[in-house]
């Protein structure tokens, strides 16, 4: 595809949005702002258990999903997941959390579940990186034939956490017993926090390479797009309104105009409020910036 041919409407562009209310009904709040491209927690990402998904609640969401032309959805799992915790007890609870959100991923019929590779806590990186292999395959041993990805997401690198370099995305898709399971999502404001420079055209194109040479694009199903309020290789996770961070318009430009990547979705993590006017903002400017000379 030339860049002149990505056509406004055709942008898989869209948002993070609540399931307040049932699951089914991100859909309706994501379509009201003319999203075509939706992520969503399955449960409260702040809590260790959830209600299993009633027959109702998966036919809700299969005939709303259906009806809908949001088409590419992903899951994002629970903030307390540490599939490398050097608690063995947290650990423990982070291998369940896990598996069922890939059941809950599953039974909805979603294809990607979106997770932070996690942080070692002092255990050390090539440790942590072990711990998490191991945790994939265990979820993966018991979840046989799943369609559901389970998909690496990149990190800023605060704290202890893990997945700031791409090379350790690699180390852990190249040490799972099953890496066709494994996929990745770049979210731009932590590559940059983590030291990634794609705030201009050169460091837009070098890191974008550096990510296929090293991961390769075959891997690559979604985009968080998000501003960094802080600076690059800051590695402090705070994300900003598109063009009114430390990224800036140019990135998001370099990337929305980025043919070798129109078709993997984009979605915000941006700060709302509960009338998503600051969504309906930021999926304006980057319709615009796919567009800009
Ligand atoms: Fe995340
Ligand atoms: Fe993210
Ligand atoms: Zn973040």
Not at 215 to 222: E, K, P, Q, S, Y
């Amino acid at each position: 595809m030339t860049k002149s041919k990505i056509q406004n409407d055709d942008l898989l562009i869209g948002a993070h949005e609540s399931i307040a209310g049932g699951i089914y009904k991100a859909f309706e709040l994501a379509e009201s702002i003319g999203c075509r491209t939706l992520q969503v927690f399955t449960k409260s990402s702040n809590q260790w258990a959830a209600k299993p998904l009633t027959e109702e609640d998966i036919e809700n969401y299969k005939t709303v999903s259906s009806k809908s032309n949001i088409k590419h959805v992903v899951a994002h799992d629970s903030y307390l997941i540490n599939l490398c915790a050097a608690n063995p007890e947290i650990l423990k609870k982070s291998r369940e959390a896990f598996l069922d959100e890939l059941k809950r991923c599953e039974a909805l019929g979603i294809k990607y579940l979106n997770f932070h590779p996690g942080a070692h806590m002092g255990a050390g990186e090539d440790d942590g990186i072990k711990l998490i292999i191991e945790s994939l395959d265990r979820a993966h041993e018991q979840s046989k034939k799943f369609k559901v990805l389970s998909v690496l997401e990149t990190t800023a690198g605060q704290g202890s956490s893990l997945g700031y370099r791409f090379e350790q995305l690699r180390k852990i898709i190249d040490g799972v017993a099953e890496p066709k399971r494994m996929a990745v999502c770049i979210d731009t404001c932590h590559i940059f926090a983590a030291g990634y420079d794609i705030s201009t055209d050169d460091g837009y194109e070098k890191v974008m390479k550096e990510f296929d040479d090293v991961i390769g694009f075959d891997r690559l199903v979604a985009f968080h797009v998000n501003d960094s309020k802080k600076g690059l290789g800051s590695k402090v996770d705070r994300h900003e309104h598109i063009g009114k961070g430390m990224i800036g318009k140019n990135g998001f430009k370099c990337l929305m105009q980025d043919p070798r990547l129109a078709a993997i979705p984009k979605i915000l993590e941006t700060p709302k409020g509960e009338d998503l006017k600051e969504d309906k903002m930021n999926l304006s400017v980057l319709r615009k910036l796919a567009v800009a000379k």
